[in-house]
């Protein structure tokens, strides 16, 4: 089929060019265009798990169907409900990686179904959930995404998600600059500062895999993020300062723990933790160092500089501010207790490595990169 609809348009375009169409050149095209492996292949019987929600109970269901090259989940799935079990739900709409509806759990990580060839999944996957034997077995398990409540089967009530959204504010606001006659215009520099974060398709994937929401309801989430720092960005947005400082707390960008995951399965390589570090940049460049996580951030930085490894035992007294921060001391002492009864307690000699002139000196250097780079001062970590 699709080596038949690739000969029919090369037939168009030699036509167009007043070429004759000989059957060589549409073997020549057959041969190229068309992997030997993809029209020899033949299909495979695959079984998909999937979490349905019957009768208000929550269980996983098999179905098997036969799956082709090319086959992407959404194909699966469209498959399933149209042969096999017309209640299973789902959410789709263009089927090509622009509108994010069709988000789900397959295998274990956040995907979107239209994106996923099914096949691909069984040849590599060893996820945590797609184990090898699965991969054997042929057996893809899909579920809804996490961190948020299912309305029936793969469908989820996002409403979390965008109410997280909404806070940012996530449209230009020009305040009080004056307006362009015709459009505003901006430099190719500035266009390629924010188009990372503007191709953003709203799917939802970053939230449903981020640790940070998992272990915070109120942390914002990396798309919110991203989307923040897209305004931030905009030459053509007056409220930087607000919208920075808005974040710059501990709900904000400092509830992001480093999890990676938002990079990691974002599909149209947003890279939600990059925004998110670039605002906090942002945010301890403009003087904002008393926020906690700007306080570990510049303790961390500090201990490393220091001594070439971290200081555990200052990092959390680092983190509150000191000593005098009686509050901070109460909040964090239950944890030093617990470190302390399961032995977890760092040493309270700490020794610098040998050659730290060395780690200095990637600071430097890095200091200077950071001059070259902007005429704002960089943060003195000093
Ligand atoms: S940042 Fe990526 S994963 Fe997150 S909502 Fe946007 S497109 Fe989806
Ligand atoms: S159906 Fe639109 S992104 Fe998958």
């Not at 266009?191 to 191709?199: G, P």
């Not at 990691?264 to 460049?285: F, W």
Request: with cysteine; aromatic share 6%; net charge positive.
């Amino acid at each position: 089929m699709v080596s038949m609809k690739k000969v029919s348009r090369s037939k168009k375009i030699d036509q167009k060019k007043g070429q004759k169409t000989t059957s060589k050149n549409i073997k020549g095209l057959q041969k190229s265009e068309v992997s030997e492996k993809n029209v020899k292949e033949p299909s495979q019987e695959i079984t998909f798990r999937i979490q349905r929600v019957i009768q208000g109970k929550t269980e996983m269901r098999d179905y098997k169907i036969e799956v082709g090259r090319g086959d992407t989940i959404l194909d699966c799935l469209d498959k399933i409900r149209d042969d096999l079990d017309p209640s299973l739900s789902f959410r789709r709409n263009c089927r090509n990686t622009i509108c994010g509806s069709c988000a789900m759990t397959i295998n274990g990580r956040a995907r979107l179904a239209c994106k996923e060839h099914a096949l691909n999944l069984i040849d590599k996957e060893t996820t945590k959930e797609n184990t090898k034997e699965n991969a054997k077995e042929k057996i893809i398990t899909i579920t809804p995404m996490r961190n948020m409540p299912v309305v029936k089967d793969l469908v989820n009530d996002m409403t979390s998600f965008w109410n997280q959204y909404k806070k940012i504010k996530p449209w230009v606001d020009t305040g009080d600059k004056p307006l362009p006659e015709k459009e505003f215009l901006m430099s190719i520099e500035q266009f390629q500062e924010l188009e990372q974060s503007a191709d953003c398709i709203m799917c939802g994937l970053c939230y449903a895999d981020s640790n940070g929401v998992e272990a915070e309801k109120e942390f914002l989430g990396p798309a919110a993020l991203a989307r923040a720092y897209r305004l931030i960005a905009d030459p053509r947005d007056a409220k930087q300062e607000e919208r920075i400082k808005a974040v710059d707390n501990k709900h904000g960008t400092w509830d992001c723990m480093h999890c990676f995951y938002c990079t990691e399965v974002c599909p149209v390589d947003v890279d939600p933790l990059a925004q998110i570090l670039k605002i906090r940049k942002m945010a301890v460049e403009k003087g904002s160092t008393k926020t906690r996580g700007a306080m570990h951030h510049l303790t961390f930085i500090k201990s490393v500089k220091d001594s070439g490894i971290l200081n555990e035992n200052k990092l959390p007294i680092g983190s509150i501010g000191g000593i005098f921060n009686i509050v901070g001391m109460f909040e964090i002492t239950p944890v030093g207790f617990r470190m302390l009864t399961h032995g977890k307690m760092p040493s309270l000699i700490h020794h610098k490595i040998p050659k730290i002139e060395d780690v200095r000196e990637i600071f430097n250097h890095f200091k200077k990169e950071s001059f070259k780079k902007k005429d704002d001062s960089p943060v003195n970590y000093q």
